[in-house]
């Protein structure tokens, strides 16, 4: 890849980051799809607490799933902390479960470290989570 790959990569990083964290959020079921498929091509893989969603599919559901769980309700809203790393094709962030609501709201309830390995348009071959600050215990 030559200096001018990566600067193309580079600028869209902001962009990348930003459709990352609002899939999670996305309501509607057909533009949570394409924006699932706006961010992983077909072969796609993320890699969650051992497990693996493979293929466009597998990570609709996975997103879904996510949404479903933690967004829809109106308990937690889906963010970044603002710290965006990046090494050629390699995007870190760390994004986080915040409370939506009562005496907790805007307080950190989950964060992971995320590792987004990118295709050379910009689109998320692998996705790894590492869990750095665990749900409370129900």
């Known amino acids: 890849m030559s200096q001018t790959d990566t600067a193309a990569i580079v600028l ?13 959020s996305e309501a509607d079921a057909a533009a949570r799809a394409r924006s699932v498929a706006a961010l992983w091509p077909e072969e796609g893989v993320e890699y969650v607490e051992g497990t693996r969603f493979r293929g466009r599919g597998a990570l609709v559901e996975r997103v879904t799933e996510a949404h479903t769980l933690f ?10 902390d603002g710290h965006i790393a990046v090494h050629d094709h390699v995007v870190v962030l760390t994004i986080q479960l915040v409370h939506a609501r009562g005496e907790q709201a805007g307080d950190v309830a989950w964060a992971a470290r995320v590792f987004l390995v990118l295709d050379d348009d910009g689109r998320i071959l692998e ?8 749900l409370p215990a129900a």
């Open 12 to 24: 869209d990083v902001d962009l990348i980051v930003e459709r990352y964290v609002a899939v999670w």
């Open 71 to 80: 967004v829809a309700s109106g308990q937690y809203e889906v963010t970044h």
């Open 127 to 134: 996705d790894y989570h590492l869990t750095v600050q665990p």
